[in-house]
């Protein structure tokens, strides 16, 4: 399994972009459709307005992507994210310019 340190943000039940969202180590299967993040699988669906995976227990919609350096990874509000201690070294040196582990250009 591949391993990322991503943006995740709840979307379920929350108005947009406001919902609670972390840095976190991701483990991916290897086709990309699967991911394990803090003991839930979601699962990638292109149908949802504003999510990519959602928890194939609960149903609720979740937004993974890469993290920007900016920290701009909310489009429409200023929430921060809870930074998990797995991914906060590599997060931190993310920041400050060094590549995030798995990735060459970021």
Request: charged share 30%; hydrophobic share 30%.
């Amino acid at each position: 399994m591949a391993e990322r340190v991503m943006f995740i943000q709840l979307k379920t039940g929350h108005n947009t972009d406001r919902g609670p969202c972390w840095i976190s180590v991701v483990r991916f299967s290897k086709s990309w459709r699967t991911a394990h993040w803090h003991d839930k699988t979601l699962r990638r669906w292109q149908g949802m307005a504003d999510a990519n995976f959602y928890d194939v227990e609960t149903f609720e919609e979740y937004w993974l992507s890469g993290p920007h350096r900016d920290r701009a990874d909310t489009r429409y509000s200023n929430v921060r994210p809870t930074i998990d201690d797995d991914a906060r070294d590599s997060y931190e040196a993310f920041l400050r310019g060094a590549s995030l582990p798995g990735r060459k250009h970021g």
